[in-house]
């Protein structure tokens, strides 16, 4: 709880003493006071931290002298008072005296000073309070202060974030301070689930990343800012395109659908963080056990995102800041073709290979007029370029005694890497937080409001990346006509027409976030919160498809279709919300308690037409309405979820801590029966170092801390209304006699369908050594998710779509390390490195297994492995000739040569089959890692982020591993050159053949763990080398601060797989949807190369604070 | 707040669905809609010796042509999967349809033949390519899926033919049907589904029976379209001849497989099935001789000159000259170095090339209508009576009682349609064997039924496959001298009748239901 002052301060006007005359019945005490000071014209001095003015007294004082009415009065309360000239000071008996010398009269002084940090630079913006009072001001530019005081000797507080907070006691005149930086975050306050903790309390696994730790990055939205600050938060980007989505999970996989965690900001679940200017996020916590997540139970079991949003201070000046990135960003191909004729050499080796009596494509004098002529620009070089992105924020904060405020603005234009009509995104964020206090009532009002503008090619980036690389060097763009050219691979469109003339597709999505919190302190311990919040998305999609013509044929957007998607979506969250607070001496007591519910409607329709005008796109002459056009009903999704939560945490001299936590939730997606999931959690922790036992070990190890927890959480994230059978009607679905009919497709029930929980048992120590510069934390942990909600794997032979059951469980286990180190007095470095790991397992499927596969690649699900294993052939080398041939185990059915791969057959039985398929590795990132290291000196900054995967297998299948694949290629990728030949029998790959041989599919449409790659990886996420002024020199030019830095972003890289950006994955986490697939789904090429490269970012950044 | 009893609004729920007739038949139209796909119906020509998919592995083809496939197939889970997903809607529909109030028995006992026929054709489809399979007649459960086993494929059988028997009592002829009707299931295609399935059974007295059957008028009226080419012209849908078709709707229910299938310079994106050689070389001479016959007059070297007129209907060959939408015609090139416009030759046969592996491209189906990228309506037809008329004197002629009426109502009729005129190809003979006869009736089926899905099953019944779908497929005569005669070698195929008669139980399935097992060999 934050500390609460309340000082009631008096005029003196005379010291004549009156007789008093005071009859009341259970009138707070404060009324009394009152009433005393207006009767007798002294002043009550006394904090309210003290003296518990609501506590009801009855009196019957008549015609008392003024003295003994105090005593009357005070004495029975156990306050002790003082008399001082026109004053009367009140303090609880045994306090020590406000005053320490009363002999001395009061009188008014003034106090000035500067404050320094340890290196003498001033420090603008500190806090200098008078202790237990509201009366302080803030250090201007160069650090000065100036108080006046009322009195002989006041302490002062000297507080600014970061630094350790000083008391020290005057008599006026000049004190200078030098403030220490903080080296302990113990003390931190941290935001948790319906409200804040100080850190030392916690005892749940919460760990909070700080606003610093996100600055000075080229990055364009919170996650991607987010990667390696945390251990266990795995974020994964499947695809780099502007506007492109990231996959987020915390600790690793625990269900088999979807794995995404709850998000909330600023207390409203729900929000959708890549919306968020990351400039404007104050801290972010992630809550990861059952102990801090409890409270969230109802979507919990994935962890929880909280994230805070910044706020203005109380009594500080304003402050006008100003953030500027500007980068380019480079994409980065790591694949390249051979030459043109190496390419048609080795194309006809492929053919010669598959059959010897069939005839090379190309002919000796092709080959040597090519080698003549020389290659043209590759194609994927030829739509990608270098673009510019550019962050820009201003921010203004600031507050007096009752108002805090913080407005804020940015803008954010990253261009998307293809060539064309600017394609890329804009985004520009508006926010406006604002608090203030009405006697015992506080408010506050936080408003954001975002519009984003994302403009994409109107055709599929994966299908424009395949078929650019997919096309050897030796045909041209485009012919001194300036025609684009199509030939034997882009065989319908070319690539860069499509971008520079095919058209595109617009994104404008406006998205208000407000929430709006009354809180009334009704005494001293008990508050009562409301809180109403909630978003408003308006998202609006137009696709323009332009006609292309290319030559010799080909022609792209015929139909000229023009698509407007319009969808709004309302969340609504209330919450009512009561909190208690009680300290009884060494015992703190805290009790939280409320309702909330949160409502969702989305309604959307798409008007799709087709043959539109040529030039505007409008309709025209013969322009039909596409079928596929739906109405704003056919797009209405309802969701309710009614909760009603609890929490009650109990210390005793911060050493011990103890807390529960309790959720119930009905959830619309359930049937009335199953509706309600009840979601307890408790969780405990013990302070070591508070204990008097300890004090010898004190000088070391400052801080120990053991926590403990045990919980259930819930997971309710599938589509709503599956606990009906449902009946959709598709229009057009047949025809008779050239009239269209409609059809109906069904969804039989599942009743029963109810929540899906997950028990968590966490443990954790956080250790400080060395004065807390060393600070770290362990925790491990273990999950049992159960009644995962699946659809369950079921045979063809049932013949229809399946709804969600409740079924399957899955253990998953893991541990977090992080540790952080702070150094230096001229020379500042802090250290910080975290490692975390998750492994799962597959406990209880009912027996079932399920395989899925995306082409070659085959993931299975069953008891006893790890989520989505692949699963696949195990090579054995190559064979290497004809009597290796004879006697190993062959695929029925293929006549293989030597060069081809040979597999091992499991289960011995002398034929290669499904049979012999090995579990081939777990897809999922294993050791995840961060490593940060700054340094500063003077005014010059160095900082680094390296981030990184220890562990993980990623397939990865397409043209990328098969030279030539299916034909649909035409090139040989030079790192494929490592293929068997007689003299090469340890190749990398197998022989050369071409597309339908049995050497081919032996080699390569057999999923094996020829595609199976080394996924680990350590990256330099992030560089920064930046310099500040000094502050006299900043003065002098107007500002408080200046920054300058260069930052690069994924400037190195060391990988296992060579050719493909290591951090792309095959998987999708399922953004939003409750598909059961969606943790395979390969649609963004992620696992064949075709994914919109991850690019490079240098940049020039400049913070500026006024 | 909102409140937890939400309705859904763009479903209904089983609250308020069967309350209309309306509503029932669109669960009928959807089983109309599973009943087949163009994608099957095109190539499944390429898993047959007429026709080569050489780009990519459309439906399956190349990989069960060359041999090269496993349970773990693609094309085998989808085609379970959506037979099996027709039978559910049938299942579903029979189940329910008693609860719709206000629907006039008429219409109900109509509708539910209807159905029944749907599922009995999904049936026929399944057993055909995999033998035993699981067979219910009501809806099942996840867990019965679980569990079920195969019933053997003579049972299956048994129970189509039941079924075409009582559903041909109950549905209206083609004729009675009102014209917005037509494509719906007549008491005609019940009988002629009849008849396919006796004849893939080889029950030949049972084929001829059914075959007369619809050579009268009990079952409606059918004949001979007057155009062989007609029949597959949009402006000829629903004619005389079409007995069971899958219905499309131009620019509603449209598809657009000549993308990948007519010549590169009208139009196709690449070429993803060609017809083959041996299929053009089946095609007789005007005079009815076949190519190697002595006498016939056919020249290697001008091979495309005074052949069966079918040929020019169904295949697009070097120097064609392709009728355009605006009448127009236009010549294709495929000779490599032939195209006048060196800088285009996009038919050109080229190994390697996007172009068409065998020199050929296809013409039957082709739609003048269709729109951008071929996109056609274009109804498919499954049954015509062109094809009753060949399992009637195939039937006959098995029975031994093929002669010189039979051969004119049938055989001759089929080619004076086609555009025969010279005697020597419309007369009968009286001095062909009955092995004679079955090569000319086996070879007049494959060229009047070419490029319409039905090759594959002939070869699987006649047991010929591994004949014919084994060693080197060849193209035009484009290619090497030195090599088979120049004739392209366009793919080397391997056909094993140990196993490749059936299609594997698919390997997911098996991994779901322990009690499927597994046909012989697999």
């Known amino acids: 709880a934050i500390d609460h002052h309340y000082t009631t301060r008096l005029t003196v006007t005379e010291t004549q003493v009156k007789s008093i005359d005071l009859v009341c019945q259970r009138r707070e005490l404060s009324w009394v006071i009152a009433s005393l000071q207006q009767q007798s014209g002294f002043a009550f001095v006394f904090s309210d931290d003290d003296i518990d003015t609501r506590q009801k007294i009855s009196l019957n004082i008549q015609h008392q002298e003024f003295k003994e009415s105090l005593q009357i009065i005070f004495t029975p309360l156990g306050i002790h008072f003082e008399m001082l000239n026109d004053k009367v000071l009140l303090r609880k008996d045994g306090a020590t005296t406000l005053l320490p010398n009363p002999a001395h009269a009061l009188v008014d002084g003034e106090v000035h000073g500067r404050v320094t940090d340890e290196k003498g630079q001033p420090i603008p913006g500190v806090t200098v309070q008078i202790k237990n009072t509201s009366k302080g001001t803030v250090t201007d530019a160069q650090g000065y202060y100036t108080l006046k005081f009322t009195g002989e000797q006041v302490v002062l507080q000297i507080s600014y974030l970061g630094y350790d907070k000083q008391e020290l006691a005057t008599n006026g005149g000049t004190l200078n301070v030098q403030l220490k930086t903080s080296n302990t975050t113990l003390n931190d306050v941290v935001v948790v689930g319906y409200g804040t903790q100080r850190r030392v309390t916690v005892t749940g696994a919460i760990d909070q990343v700080k606003s610093q730790q996100l600055e000075g990055r080229p990055v364009a939205n919170t996650m991607q800012a987010l990667q390696g600050a945390s251990p266990n938060l795995i974020i994964q980007q499947p695809n780099a395109q502007p506007g492109a989505a990231v996959n987020i999970n915390i600790r690793g996989l625990s269900t088999l659908g979807d794995n995404t965690p709850l998000v909330v900001i600023d207390g409203i679940p729900g929000g959708d963080i890549n919306l968020l200017n990351p400039s404007d996020i104050d801290n972010v916590s992630v809550l990861k056990d059952a102990g801090a997540a409890a409270i969230y139970g109802s979507r919990a079991a994935n962890g929880v995102i909280l994230v805070t949003t910044k706020r203005g201070s109380k009594t500080a000046k304003p402050l006008v800041t100003y953030n500027g990135i500007l980068s380019v960003t480079q994409p980065h191909i790591l694949f390249h073709p051979v030459k043109g004729y190496e390419n048609m050499m080795l194309r006809n080796e492929a053919v010669v290979n598959a059959n010897p009596n069939q005839q090379p494509i190309y002919s000796p004098d092709d080959i040597a007029q090519m080698k003549e002529k020389g290659d043209e620009e590759w194609i994927l070089d030829a739509i990608l370029q270098n673009a510019l992105q550019q962050n820009h924020n201003l921010s203004v904060t600031g507050g007096n005694d009752k108002t805090t405020y913080m407005v804020s603005a940015g803008y954010l234009n990253q261009a998307n890497n293809f060539v064309g009509p600017d394609y890329g995104l804009k985004r520009y964020n508006y926010r406006m937080n604002l608090t203030t206090e009405i006697g015992r009532f506080k408010f506050t009002s936080l408003l954001s409001y975002t519009h984003s503008d994302l403009k994409d090619q109107s055709y599929d980036a994966g299908f424009l990346m395949a078929d650019a690389e997919r096309t050897p060097t030796y045909y041209a763009l485009k012919d001194s006509l300036g025609r684009y050219l199509t030939n034997d691979v882009l065989t319908e469109f070319n690539p860069l027409g499509i971008l520079q003339h095919g058209g595109s597709s617009k994104n404008d999505n406006d998205n208000l976030f407000g929430s709006f919190t009354g809180e009334l302190a009704v005494t001293k311990d008990l508050k009562l919160r409301g809180v109403l919040g909630g978003t408003l998305n308006a998202n609006h999609r137009f696709i323009r498809v332009q006609e292309v013509d290319f030559y010799p044929k080909g022609t792209y957007g015929q139909n000229r279709n023009t698509d407007d998607y319009n969808e709004k979506n309302i969340f609504i969250n209330t919450q009512l919300l009561a909190e208690y607070t009680k300290k009884l001496g060494n015992h703190n007591i805290y009790v939280l308690g409320g309702f909330t519910n949160e409502s969702f409607t989305k309604r959307s329709n798409e008007l799709k037409l087709k043959y539109t005008d040529p030039d505007l796109g409008t309709p025209t002459t013969g322009t039909v309405i596409d079928p596929g056009s739906t109405n704003t009903n056919q797009g209405t999704t309802e969701t309710s979820l009614n909760s009603f939560i609890g929490r009650a945490s109990y210390s005793y001299q911060d050493r011990y801590f103890a807390e529960v936590d309790f959720r119930a939730d009905a959830s619309s997606k359930f049937a009335k029966d199953h509706r309600w999931g009840y979601f307890p959690s408790i969780s405990g922790g013990w302070r070591i170092s508070s204990e008097k036992f300890f004090s010898r070990f004190a000088n070391t190890i400052n801080e120990l801390k053991l926590r403990g927890s045990y919980g259930v959480l819930g997971n309710q994230n599938i589509q709503p209304y599956q606990y009906q059978t449902t009946y959709t009607v598709y229009n057009n679905m047949y025809g008779f006699n050239n009239s269209p009919v409609s059809g109906t497709g069904f969804t039989f029930s599942n009743p029963d369908v109810t929540w899906e929980k997950a028990a968590t048992l966490d443990g954790g120590v956080d250790i400080g050594v060395f004065n807390n510069k060393l600070t770290a934390s362990f925790d491990y942990f273990t999950k049992l998710t159960s009644n995962i909600l699946l659809v369950p794997p079921t045979p063809g032979a049932y013949g229809g779509a399946v709804p969600f059951y409740n079924l399957g469980k899955v253990r998953n286990q893991g541990w977090e390390f992080s540790i952080h180190y702070r150094t230096g007095n001229q020379v500042h470095q802090e250290f910080g490195f975290n490692i975390a790991d998750s492994h799962n397992e597959v406990i209880y499927l009912d027996g079932q297994q399920y395989i899925s596969s995306g082409d070659e690649m085959q993931v299975i699900l069953k008891e006893g492995l790890p989520y989505n294993s692949y699963i696949g052939l195990k090579r054995d080398g190559y064979f290497q000739n004809l009597n290796d041939i004879q006697n190993a185990a062959k695929p029925a059915g293929l006549d293989v040569s030597p060069g081809d791969i040979k597999f091992k057959d499991k289960n011995k039985d002398g034929v290669i089959d499904d049979n012999d398929r090995y579990v081939l590795g777990n897809p999922f990132p294993r050791y995840t890692f961060g490593f940060n290291y700054n340094i500063s000196w003077k005014g010059f900054d160095l900082g680094m982020l390296i981030q990184g995967v220890g562990k993980r297998a990623m397939f990865i299948r397409g043209e990328l591993v098969e030279p030539f694949h299916y034909n649909y290629s035409q090139v040989i990728y030079q790192h494929q050159l490592d293929y068997w030949r007689p003299d090469n029998p340890d190749a990398r790959y197998p022989r050369l053949a071409a597309n339908g041989s049995a050497s081919n599919t032996n080699n390569f449409r057999r999923g094996s763990d020829l595609y199976i790659f080394n996924g680990a990886y350590g990256r330099l996420k992030n560089l920064q080398l930046g310099y500040s002024l000094p502050g006299n020199v900043a003065q002098h030019i107007g500002m408080k601060k200046l920054r300058v830095y260069l930052t690069g972003q994924n400037l190195l890289t060391i990988s296992g797989v060579k050719f493909i950006d290591p951090e792309s994955t095959e998987f999708k986490n399922g953004q939003g949807n409750g598909s059961q697939q969606n943790n395979l789904s390969v649609s963004a090429g992620g696992n064949s190369g075709r994914a919109y490269p991850t690019p490079i970012y240098y940049g020039f950044g400049l913070d500026a604070t006024f | ?522």
């Open chain 2, 1 to 522: 707040c909102k409140k937890l009893d939400l309705a859904p609004t763009d479903h209904f729920t089983d609250l308020n669905y069967w309350t209309s007739t309306e509503k029932a038949s669109q669960v009928l139209n959807t089983a109309y809609s599973q009943m087949m796909n163009d994608g099957y119906f095109f190539y499944n020509e390429g898993l047959s010796d007429n026709a080569f998919v050489g780009r990519g592995d459309n439906q399956g083809a190349l990989s069960i042509s060359n041999g090269t496939y496993d349970p773990s197939l693609g094309r085998l889970k989808d085609e379970w999967d959506k037979r099996y997903g027709g039978i559910k809607t049938v299942n579903v529909f029979l189940e329910n349809v008693d609860r719709v109030p206000d629907m006039s028995d008429t219409l109900r006992n109509r509708m539910k033949a209807e159905a029944r026929f749907l599922r009995a054709f999904q049936y026929f489809q399944l057993y055909t390519w995999f033998g035993d399979v699981p067979f219910f007649t009501k809806d099942i459960t996840i867990a019965e899926s679980r569990s079920i086993a195969r019933t053997p494929r003579a049972q299956v059988v048994d129970f189509v033919l039941k079924e075409m028997d009582e559903v041909a009592a109950l549905l209206p002829t083609k004729q009675q049907y009102d014209a917005s009707d037509a494509g719906r299931i007549t008491s005609g295609a019940a009988i002629a589904l009849k008849a396919r399935v006796l004849l893939y059974e080889n029950r030949w007295a049972d084929v001829a029976t059914a075959c007369e059957q619809l050579m009268g008028t009990t079952y409606g009226q059918y004949g001979l379209f007057n155009s062989y080419e007609g029949v597959f012209l949009p402006q000829n849908e629903n004619n005389i001849e079409d007995i069971l078709d899958i219905q499309y709707v131009p620019e509603y229910r449209a598809y657009s497989d000549y993308f990948d299938l007519a010549p590169l310079s009208v139009g196709a994106r690449d070429n993803g099935m060609a017809p083959l050689q041996e299929l053009v070389d089946d095609y007789l001479m005007t005079n009815g001789k076949a190519i190697g016959e002595t006498g016939s007059g056919y020249d290697e070297n001008h091979p495309y000159q005074n052949r069966d007129p079918r040929l020019t209907a169904t295949i697009v060959y070097d120097g064609y000259a392709w009728k355009k939408p605006d009448g127009t015609t236009q010549t294709i090139y495929i000779k490599p170095g032939s195209d006048p416009d060196q800088s285009k030759k996009l038919d050109e046969y080229g190994p390697g090339r996007v172009s068409s592996p065998t020199g050929y491209y296809m013409r039957k189906y082709y739609d003048p209508s269709g729109g951008n990228n071929f996109l056609s309506g274009l109804n498919l037809i499954l049954i015509r009576y062109a094809d009753v008329l060949l399992m009637y004197a195939e039937a006959k002629n098995e029975l031994g009682q093929m002669d010189a009426t039979i051969w004119n109502n049938t055989i001759a009729a089929l080619r004076k349609r086609a555009g025969f005129t010279d005697p020597s190809a419309l007369n009968f003979n009286a001095g062909w064997s009955k092995a004679d006869l079955q090569t000319i009736i086996r070879r007049e089926r494959r060229c009047e039924l070419a490029m319409e899905g039905t090759r594959i099953f002939d070869l699987r019944r006649w047991k010929t496959a591994e004949k014919v779908l084994n060693g080197w497929a060849h193209g035009a005569r484009f290619g090497d001298p030195a090599i088979d005669n120049g004739y392209i070698r366009a793919a080397q195929r391997v056909f094993n009748a140990q196993k490749h008669y059936l299609w594997p139980v698919p390997r997911d399935e098996r991994a779901l239901d322990p009690n499927l097992g597994q046909n012989p060999n697999w």
